[in-house]
């Protein structure tokens, strides 16, 4: 069994009078990433401020690791991880420094800084002062510290927002690394295709309730009800087909006759479903 490193039970948060999460149930266990897809506004910062000790709750149960997270202490952040837009890197110290202030705090060996500088891409600039680092390469080091001491539960709030695609791709296959080491991670994204590729499961976040859960598969078929196809013939020519008799001969008589170069389903992307779902797009 795997351990459950996060539970929320009916969470719900109540700013001045609005609700902004409406009783929110989820579980992340170890080697899994959980996404919280929504678009601005949806609850998915608050979320994460209140499982890690940040905000309070009004009303359910959360624990993290075991402990509510209402009292959360310095054992249960020493195993955990956060990236937020808070960056919190010192921009006068060298990149080498950053790393080192935080493995003396955490008691990590040194010898991990310049694996995880390797790791993250950063090698080159493990001299340089931090605040003369670009937007991405902030990003690489601000994970670098976030999972310098193998923390067995990281939130991610949105790491790869704004960010060139080519850090995005290498954050990707990072987050996929440390998930096969057995780290679980909480992340919040507006972007679809990152939580399609990434997420084992994703909960998609709308004014501050869920209003879908699963695989990012069972999802989009769950909304597949018009299933159609893509066919792309030897004539280069394109045609979308419907499952019905007439269109479903057509496509076997062009499959003995040779004519076809390419079948694709069309099943729903995770932004079509929340369309469906909430009538707005995600970004
Ligand atoms: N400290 C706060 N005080 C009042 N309202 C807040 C506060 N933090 C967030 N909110 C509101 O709660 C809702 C959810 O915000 P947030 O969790 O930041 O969304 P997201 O991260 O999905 O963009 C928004 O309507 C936001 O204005
Ligand atoms: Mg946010």
């Known amino acids: 069994m795997k351990e459950v490193l996060l539970k929320l039970n009916h969470i ?3 700013f001045a009078g609005r609700q902004a999460l409406k009783d929110i149930n989820m579980m992340i266990h170890e080697g899994e990433i959980l996404g919280f897809l929504g678009p601005s506004g949806a609850g998915k910062t608050t979320t994460i401020k209140i499982v890690t000790g940040q905000l309070v709750q ?3 149960e959360a624990t993290i690791l075991n402990s509510d997270t209402r009292k959360i202490n310095e054992e249960i952040y020493e195993k955990i991880g956060i990236v937020t837009d ?3 890197i ?5 990149v080498y420094d950053n790393l080192l202030l935080f493995a003396q705090l955490l008691k990590v060996e040194t010898l991990r800084i310049d694996e995880l ?3 993250v891409g950063l090698k080159e600039q493990r001299n340089q002062m931090a605040g003369k680092l670009s937007k991405g390469q902030t990003q690489r080091l601000v994970l670098a510290r976030a999972v310098l001491h193998k923390p067995k539960l990281l939130f991610l709030d949105e790491p790869t927002s704004g960010l060139d695609p080519s850090t995005a791709l290498d954050i990707h296959k990072l987050l996929l690394e440390l998930k096969d080491d057995g780290m679980g991670i909480f992340l919040t994204t507006h972007n679809m295709e990152e939580a399609t590729k990434l997420c ?9 309730n869920i209003v879908e859960f699963g695989t990012p598969k069972e999802i989009c078929l769950r909304y597949n009800s018009d299933k159609k196809y893509r066919v792309l013939l030897n004539s280069q020519e394109e045609v979308i087909l419907s499952q ?3 269109q479903m001969a057509q496509l076997h008589e062009w499959l003995i006759t040779d004519e076809v170069e390419a079948v694709h389903s069309c099943e729903p992307t995770l932004e079509n479903v929340f369309l469906t779902v909430t009538g707005r797009e995600l970004q």
């Open 12 to 14: 719900s948060k109540t």
């Open 58 to 60: 009004s009303s359910g």
């Open 86 to 88: 808070a960056s919190g």
């Open 90 to 94: 010192y921009e006068e110290f060298t």
């Open 117 to 119: 500088l390797e790791r």
């Open 200 to 208: 084992d499961h994703v909960a998609l976040l709308n004014d501050g």
């Open 244 to 246: 019905n008799p007439a």
